[in-house]
C-alpha cells in the first residue's frame, strides 16, 4: 500500500522551529519529486516548497525563501522540512505529496499535479 505520513508538526513559539519529516512506505521515493504543500482554515492549499528526484533541484514559495530548507534522504525514504523562524502566518496544516516528474532535475508547486499525499500534520505558531 503506497503511503506518505508526515510527522514533526507541533505548537512552537514565534522565532522558534520545527522539522516535518514525509516518510514512505509501499514505495521508494528515489523516482519521486517530493512537494511540501500548507493549508491554513479558510485558505487554500499553497505549495510551500518541492524538492527534485535527482536532488539537484528546490523551490520555495516566496514567503518561507530564507527560513525553510528541503532536503531528502533516499536511504530512508523520508524528506524533510526544516522551518526556522517561524511566524503566526506560518500556522496551516502542511501536507507532502509525491509525484513523478518527466525529468528528473524538476519539481513543481501545484498541488493538483501531485500523485500521492499524506494525512497532514498541524503546525501552530503563537507565544
Known amino acids: 500500500q503506497v503511503q506518505l505520513v508526515e510527522s514533526g508538526g507541533g505548537l512552537v513559539q514565534p522565532g522558534g522551529s520545527l522539522r516535518l519529516s514525509c516518510a514512505a512506505s509501499?514505495?521508494?521515493?528515489?523516482?519521486?519529486?517530493i512537494g511540501w504543500f500548507r493549508q491554513a482554515p479558510g485558505k487554500e492549499r499553497e505549495g510551500v516548497s518541492c524538492i527534485s528526484s535527482s536532488d539537484s533541484s528546490t523551490y520555495y514559495a516566496d514567503s518561507v525563501k530564507g527560513r525553510f530548507t528541503i532536503s531528502r534522504d533516499n536511504a530512508k525514504n523520508t524528506v524533510y522540512l526544516q522551518m526556522n523562524s517561524l511566524k503566526p502566518e506560518d500556522t496551516a496544516v502542511y501536507y507532502c505529496?509525491?509525484?513523478?516528474?518527466?525529468?528528473?532535475?524538476?519539481?513543481?508547486?501545484?498541488?493538483?499535479?501531485?500523485?500521492?499525499w499524506g494525512q497532514g500534520t498541524q503546525v501552530t505558531v503563537s507565544s
Open positions: 509501499g514505495f521508494t521515493l528515489d523516482y519521486y519529486a
Open positions: 505529496a509525491a509525484i513523478i516528474m518527466t525529468r528528473r532535475n524538476m519539481c513543481v508547486m501545484t498541488p493538483m499535479q501531485y500523485d500521492y
